[in-house]
């Protein structure tokens, strides 16, 4: 296989077509020919390091700070392995924060404080440390799972070793059904929103948006003409388009109009400038202060990028919405564990129930795989499948049933007729055949349902 990669390389075929044949034949290996893949993991490993490179180079970068940053000398020098490898491989700001939160957590947990200490350090210990997090720490799944990925990008990157299967006790998950507020609680909702955090909510509910690719919107990726919403890098790095609602048309020209201006002030006053993803500021140096690549929900103020160290107008914070949506959560009084994501729930649900296609529903909603799209239909109360709870069907039959108009019966004309008919045989049913038997014991269910009690008149 190397021989053959070489040769692919003379040939001029780059590094990450060269490592999605290594990835067909793991494959192919793995399902058909039920083999281990074991020796072509590190090729695999090796082609996605140059293709990050050869990605590198072409966007303009030519050094590693170009490509991975600035790194903190002050921390352990694994950690800043870690970094460099997390960020040479494209991984996000976000996702870097956990694992480097994670690693540092294994390391307290056993003493380690450089890269030497790991010399005596693998999978058993790894495996070790995951069951103390499931039994001692009673962490929730995704925790567990955090931590363990963390660890594995850490030796498979890092130190280049492999730490074997992991059979380590796992904190069990259950199946999570998503919340689901109805259109009258999002109208309520809605009420108790204003400005930016209403536009922010209406984006959520009307375009099935995250939070978080809603506030990386840039002005270029609406466009008021077709009525779309280009959404990029989002989970899974993908891309893809929704519609503009309507009712969105007006609120965001008036908001793009605020920010134009904000970003006017900014060329004034020479700090123009955004982040941009993939080392376009340095293929493009003009495109941090164009308009066009400007967050259409700006921060008021200007931040430091944790990886350079330049100064940006950033997009609102994360946790600037969610603050708003909890207030009005509480004054609309809905009784619900209601956050930013539910919005997308709803969106998705009530879609389902007006008879959208799945499929165009996981389109929408940039989902792999049609079965994570399938969970919403869990929560649906479907028209054609009428379930009717057995405490209703009760509770229907012992209403009385309504008489024609101008009949003279009453709805509650007195008792029964096998009640009457025992009346009409004297309070304890003396005379009656079915009350009575040839020699003059009463059944027993006259005594189980009426509890009248025996009195022998013979």
Aim: glycine content about 6%; overall charge positive; charged content about 25%.
């Amino acid at each position: 296989m190397i021989a053959f990669s070489k040769d692919q390389r003379d040939r001029g075929v780059p590094a990450w077509k060269r490592q999605s044949m290594v990835q067909g034949l793991i494959v192919f290996r793995q399902s058909v020919q039920n083999l281990s893949s074991t020796d072509l993991i590190p090729i695999h490993q090796k082609l996605g390091e140059i293709a990050a490179w050869e990605r590198a180079q072409d966007e303009g970068a030519e050094t590693i700070e170009d490509i991975v940053g600035k790194i903190n000398p002050r921390e352990a020098d694994v950690i800043q392995q870690l970094r460099r490898k997390l960020r040479f491989h494209g991984k996000k700001y976000s996702t870097e924060k956990a694992y480097v939160g994670k690693v540092k957590a294994f390391m307290r947990a056993r003493g380690l404080k450089c890269s030497a200490d790991f010399a005596n350090v693998g999978g058993p210990d790894v495996e070790s440390y995951l069951t103390d997090l499931a039994v001692d720490g009673n962490v929730a799944p995704s925790t567990q799972n955090q931590a363990f990925h963390a660890l594995l990008f850490l030796f498979e990157h890092v130190f280049k070793r492999d730490i074997g299967r992991i059979q380590a006790l796992r904190a069990s998950k259950g199946k999570q059904i998503p919340t689901v507020m109805s259109a009258d609680e999002i109208r309520r909702v809605f009420l108790h929103l204003d400005g930016t955090a209403l536009i922010i909510a209406k984006l959520l509910y009307g375009c099935g948006l995250r939070i978080s690719e809603a506030l990386r919107l840039r002005v270029k990726d609406i466009d008021f003409d077709n009525q779309l919403i280009e959404i990029h890098q989002s989970k899974g790095s993908k891309s893809r388009i929704v519609p503009l609602p309507e009712d969105l048309v007006e609120p965001l020209k008036r908001t793009l109009n605020s920010r134009r201006a904000l970003h006017e002030q900014d060329v004034a006053d020479g700090v123009a400038s955004v982040w941009l993803p993939y080392s376009l500021a340095k293929k493009y140096p003009n495109a941090p202060s164009e308009w066009r690549w400007q967050f259409v929900f700006a921060s008021h103020r200007l931040s430091k990028d944790p990886r350079t160290h330049e100064m940006h107008r950033h997009h609102l914070h994360r946790d600037t919405f969610p603050n708003h949506l909890r207030r009005a959560v509480e004054r609309a009084k809905v009784p619900k564990a209601v956050t930013s994501h539910t919005f997308r729930h709803s969106f998705a649900t009530h879609l389902l129930h007006e008879g959208t296609d799945i499929r165009m529903i996981q389109e929408l909603l940039g989902h792999k795989d049609v079965a994570t799209t399938m969970i919403y239909t869990h929560v649906v109360n479907r028209d054609d499948v009428a379930v009717v709870s057995p405490l209703d069907r009760m509770a229907s039959a012992m209403k009385p049933k309504p008489t024609a108009p101008g009949s003279n019966e009453q709805l509650d004309s007195g008792p029964s007729a096998p009640e009457s008919e025992l009346q009409s045989a004297g309070d304890n049913g003396v005379g009656h055949p079915l009350l009575e038997s040839a020699d003059g014991a009463r059944p027993r269910w006259w005594q189980k349902w009426f509890a009248v009690p025996y009195r022998n008149t013979g």
